[in-house]
């Protein structure tokens, strides 16, 4: 076995540990999403088990989602120097595998819902809340060196594509297929192509 190959299989049996010690028994642990470090450095929340316990409590009814979120918390989790080794692993199963491109260094709350996850991509430079759902086929892209930033709550239907650096506020709702390229009010609701708003009922 080639030294890569030895690499992939201590790094899976490495992970599976890890997943193990993780109880299923799951509780909603609500968590304020924190600043990214000015240093550029993944926040310290990434290796919380209450976080975890979220993903997988939010994630219940998803096999798949909890395998990714699962991954995703372990490989921000770990040191520098052993994520490099741990990436390609996770990305051969979680991009290559599970259709769900996910990286690493984007910023993500506790509780995110990877609905029927599939053909889901990501930027780094997303920030995504606490508690938000994410469908099939969804495209958060960056534009102009921006990316979307999610609020907490937030819903975004399948095959929608939001692109730059909008504000997807609180409770926000992004119907399916929608294209989003200005910002979403809190609690407001985005749908059709060109991304009408209707406002939140007060």
């Given amino acids: 076995m080639s030294g890569m190959g030895r690499l ?16 299923l028994s799951v509780k909603r642990c609500p968590h304020p999403l924190p600043n990214r470090a000015s240093s550029g450095k993944i926040p310290a929340m990434a290796s919380n088990r209450h976080v975890l316990r979220t993903d997988l409590y939010a994630n219940r009814n998803s096999a798949k989602g909890r395998v990714v979120m699962r991954l995703f918390r372990i ?8 994520r490099r080794f741990y ?5 051969c199963v979680v991009d ?13 709350g506790p509780g995110l819902i ?16 606490a508690e938000c759902e994410i469908h099939q086929n969804v495209t958060l892209g960056e534009k102009d060196g921006a990316a979307p930033q ?14 730059g650096g909008v504000v997807i506020g609180n409770g926000a709702h992004v119907g399916a297929g929608t294209v989003v390229l ?3 009010p809190q609690g407001a609701i985005a749908i059709g192509r060109k991304g009408e708003i209707v406002p939140a009922r007060r």
């Fill in 8 to 23: 992939v299989v201590c790094l899976t049996g490495l992970s599976s540990y890890l997943v193990l010690q993780l109880p």
């Fill in 75 to 82: 490989g921000q989790a770990l040191p520098p120097g052993l």
């Fill in 87 to 91: 990436h390609p692993f996770y990305y």
């Fill in 96 to 108: 290559i595998v599970m259709g769900i491109s996910l990286p690493l260094q984007t910023e993500v």
């Fill in 114 to 129: 990877l609905r029927h996850g599939q053909g889901v991509v990501i930027s780094w430079k997303s920030r995504i809340g």
């Fill in 150 to 163: 999610l609020g907490n709550n937030v819903t975004i239907g399948a095959n929608a594509v939001l692109l």
């Fill in 182 to 184: 200005s910002d979403v």
